[in-house]
T-cell receptor, first 114, second 113 residues
Framework: DAGVIQSPRHEVTEMGQEVTLRCKPI?????LFWYRQTMMRGLELLIY????????DSGMPEDRFSAKMPNASFSTLKIQPSEPRDSAVYFC????????????FGEGSRLTVL | QKEVEQDPGPLSVPEGAIVSLNCTYS??????FMWYRQYSRKGPELLMY????GNKEDGRFTAQVDKSSKYISLFIRDSQPSDSATYLC?????????????FGQGTRLTINP
């Protein structure tokens, strides 16, 4: 199994630009999570989906952030417009339901907003 | 107050030392306790998982949970340079009506040969 696949691995953009991060979860997993990691705040949950339905988006910082999961094998996290404070590593993770705490993380998308 | 508190370190010890990593949490709704390991420029991966108070051992690693004190620990015996990584505690429970997995900030550990 290829694991959770994220793209792009690195993105450098200018303030005000739209950023789209992509994730392909592990086949058969029905929960998908987007996390953001910074030195100051650690790993923060932004949103999670169960069976493609958003369950909890209380961690999404503001309306500039949106996430979609149109099918079981694909999700996007979009930031529009981007700001320098959005610079972070964004992780996608998938799991087999929420009965266990085992999540499988991708390698992350490192975003730098200038 | 953060839901999960973890000393970010960094922590540097010589090879072979016993390492102790700790987290505290604030909400008794948390039910499951995990430790994830994250190597540089990689995603976190599950190291250990436990549900009840007490100890759980896996090779050189021991996870300890004290629900009465809301305190969890990870011990690494005979530490190796390959153990150098960031260790994140993670706690799961039902908060605000939804199942949530909340991570500590992570402790960066270096084992010196």
């Amino acid at each position: 199994d290829a694991g959770v696949i994220q793209s792009p691995r690195h993105e450098v953009t200018e303030m005000g630009q739209e950023v789209t991060l992509r994730c392909k979860p592990i086949s058969g997993h029905n929960s998908l999570f987007w996390y953001r990691q910074t030195m100051m705040r650690g790993l923060e949950l932004l949103i999670y989906f169960n069976n493609n339905v958003p369950i909890d988006d209380s961690g999404m910082p503001e309306d500039r952030f949106s996430a979609k999961m149109p099918n079981a094998s694909f999700s996007t996290l979009k930031i529009q417009p981007s700001e320098p404070r959005d610079s972070a590593v964004y992780f996608c993770a998938s799991g087999q339901g929420m009965n266990t705490g085992e999540l499988f993380f991708g390698e992350g998308s490192r975003l730098t907003v200038l | 107050q953060k839901e999960v508190e973890q000393d970010p370190g960094p922590l540097s010890v010589p090879e072979g030392a016993i390492v102790s990593l700790n987290c505290t949490y604030s909400n008794s709704a948390f039910q499951y306790f995990m430790w994830y390991r994250q190597y540089s420029r990689k995603g976190p991966e599950l190291l250990m998982y436990t549900y009840s108070s007490g100890n759980k051992e896996d090779g050189r690693f021991t996870a300890q949970v004290d629900k009465s004190s809301k305190y969890i620990s990870l011990f690494i015996r005979d530490s190796q340079p390959s153990d150098s990584a960031t260790y994140l505690c993670a706690i799961k429970g039902i908060l605000q009506g939804a199942q949530k997995l909340v991570f500590g900030q992570g402790t960066r550990l270096t084992i010196n040969p």
